[in-house]
């Protein structure tokens, strides 16, 4: 098998770490700020830097979703790249676009995870940016619009995490917001495939050496 190596989201950390305990996977992995999403130039920049920065592996296995087809341009060097074929972790965690959409059909839903409810730009942190800045009164207004048809909180159980805490943290947030919340049953194989392999077509994009995405084959991608 030819030596690899993993770039990673650290939004997905609690899931790509358990993947890599119960696969026995001693790949090294390169982890990326998950606020990264929050500029996708930059996330982009990052990832190709870490690529360019990548010797010595005949493969490496991007942790990623196509992040709203922010990581197209990025170019593969002297090895093969491989990710699934998801536009985010959610989707990744819930294991196809298909379930996502079931999900969402009925009701319009947030997707949490413990990195979720934990990030620099969680929920609660920008509900109570948004009250500070505008008052209580507007500031709710303001982000009642800000989650536009959202009508519930889904956490997500990946049993990747204690639920009884993150659970609770979850309940905390949608009470905030004045928000139902359920739990949602979710999964790490997607990412437990991507360490073992094979990577069949229907469910992971790949990249040959020194081959580019291009935003064109993004938009003609197909996520399952």
Not at 32 to 54: C, I, K, S
Not at 91 to 110: A, F, H, P
Request: glycine share 8%.
């Amino acid at each position: 098998m030819e030596k690899a190596c993993i770039i990673a989201c650290s939004m997905l950390r609690d899931e790509l770490e358990q993947a890599i305990a119960e696969t026995g996977c001693s790949y090294p992995v390169t982890w990326l700020d998950a606020g990264l999403h929050n500029y996708p130039a930059r996330l982009r920049q990052e990832m190709q830097n870490a690529l360019d920065h990548t010797t010595g592996y005949g493969r490496v296995l991007l942790a990623y979703g196509f992040c709203g087809n922010s990581i197209a341009g990025i170019r593969a060097g002297d090895f093969d790249v491989i990710l699934p074929k998801a536009d985010d972790c959610i989707t990744i965690l819930l294991g196809s676009q298909q379930r996502r959409t079931e999900l969402t059909k009925q009701c319009g839903t947030y997707f949490l995870t413990r990195a979720w409810l934990h990030g620099e730009r969680s929920l609660r942190v920008e509900y109570e940016y948004t009250l500070k800045k505008y008052g209580e009164e507007q500031g709710r207004e303001i982000f009642s619009m800000m989650l536009g048809n959202y009508r519930r909180l889904a956490l997500l159980d990946d049993g990747c995490y204690p639920m009884e805490t993150v659970s609770k943290e979850a309940q905390d947030t949608a009470k905030l917001l004045g928000l139902p919340c359920c739990t949602v049953a979710a999964s790490n194989q997607r990412l437990r495939d991507l360490l073992t392999g094979p990577w069949p077509e229907k469910w992971f994009l790949h990249l040959r050496p020194g081959e580019e995405l291009t935003q064109s084959r993004l938009l003609r991608e197909t996520i399952p």
